[in-house]
């Protein structure tokens, strides 16, 4: 069985999230979405919260399992006997950050795969942070948003 986690904060998830999910589940017989938590920054959302979100977007993919963990997320995947890790790539940047963490992952636990999806362009520009600071000046995050994630926001 090919078993996958997508971690991240998901603080909120957005439709960028939605669309590496979407174009990912296909390629694994269960696809966890890993909710970490940061032990060096508090969330925006409580982690509760998060997984209700993911959970109304996710509702109708049962290859999809919503879970918070703690820790390195390669001991994760070891609990969850996943052997692949799926990390959205938006930017140059996030290459450069996501290979660095791949390496040292592989360098820990060399039996889990990391497996970059590049995002579409139109998603390239939406990241958590940036609709977390939306949010917190009362702005519009609907567009950037999955419509069954504005109840919980």
């Known amino acids: 069985m090919k078993i996958a986690l997508f971690p991240g ?33 508090p969330g925006f959302l409580p982690i509760e919260k998060r997984e209700q979100m993911l959970r109304a977007v996710f509702q109708d993919e049962p290859r999809i399992h919503i879970i918070a963990y703690e820790g390195l997320t390669v001991n994760f995947c070891k609990s969850i006997n996943a052997t692949f890790m799926v990390r959205g790539i938006r930017t140059v940047s996030d290459f450069e950050y996501e290979k660095a963490i791949a390496q040292m992952n592989h360098a820990l636990a060399p039996d889990i795969e990391s497996i970059f999806i ?9 990241s958590s942070t940036i609709v977390r600071e939306i949010m917190k000046h009362n702005g519009d ?13």
Do not use: C, E, M, W
């Open 9 to 41: 904060s998901f603080d909120p998830v957005t439709k960028a999230h939605v669309d590496i999910v979407k174009r990912s589940v296909g390629l694994f017989d269960k696809l966890y979405i890993g909710i970490g938590a940061n032990s060096t920054k």
């Open 118 to 126: 590049v995002s579409k362009p139109g998603y390239s520009s939406i």
């Open 141 to 153: 995050v609907s567009q950037f948003i999955p419509s069954a994630a504005l109840p919980y926001l």
